[in-house]
Structures are given as C-alpha cells and as structure tokens.
C-alpha cells in the first residue's frame, strides 16, 4: 500500500502558476503510475494529467493541455503537478492517485488516493 500527501495549494489570481506536491510513501514509488485529479463544488470529480509508472508517458485532458504539466521525482518519492495560467474555472481540490504498475484517466484505474489540497484562483 502507498500514503499520499498532497500540498501546495492556495489562493492564487488568474494567470498565475502554482505547483503541487504529493509525496509518496510505503512501497516502491517507481512502480507506481500517478495522476491528479480534482473536484470543484458541486461537479464531479475529474481527471487532471497522469504519469507512467516508467515516467515516459504523460496524459491530459483538452481542459488543461499546455497550461499544466505533471512529472515525477522517483528519488524523492514525489510527483510534482505544474500549473500555469490559471483559470478561475481551475478552482478545486486537487487530489493525487496512485497505481501500481498502472496509469489511466479514470478514478477507478487508481485504488490510492491523498487528502486533497485546495486550489482557488481569483478572477
């Protein structure tokens, strides 16, 4: 099993950047495929970017394309979510998943999940 922590949010205005966390720790973090996902109130939640176990393939949504940027640190055991221009529509809890020897763009592909961390960009 693998623990999550996320950090990094906070209140940002539209076009900054912000950059999130979540560290890993429990197993081999190496093995493990990684995506964030986040939920705005009263909207389900939804897919962000994800990372291969092998860290060579990225995916994202059209939402987020070209704004937001995931990678991953296997030596610190974290995976990193870049987040530039910043929308007031990217207002959310951001989550961070895991999969072992996994990766996907739906919740069910990820049995580990964090806390959250709360982003909120002002317009």
């Known amino acids: 099993q693998v623990q999550l922590v996320e950090s990094g949010g906070g209140l940002v205005e539209a076009g900054d950047s912000l950059r999130l966390s979540c560290a890993a720790s429990?197993?081999?973090?190496?093995?493990?495929?990684m995506g964030w996902f986040r939920q705005a109130p009263g909207k389900d939640r939804e897919f962000v970017a994800a990372i291969a176990w092998s860290g060579g393939r990225t995916f994202y949504p059209d939402s987020v394309k070209g704004r937001f940027t995931i990678s991953r640190d296997n030596a610190k055991n974290t995976v990193y979510l870049q987040m530039d221009s910043l929308k007031p529509e990217d207002t959310a809890v951001y989550y961070c998943?895991?999969?072992?020897w996994g990766s996907g763009v739906r919740e069910v592909d990820y049995p580990y999940w964090g806390q959250g961390t709360q982003v909120t960009v002002s317009s």
């Open positions: 429990g197993r081999t973090f190496s093995n493990y495929g």
């Open positions: 998943a895991a999969a072992l």
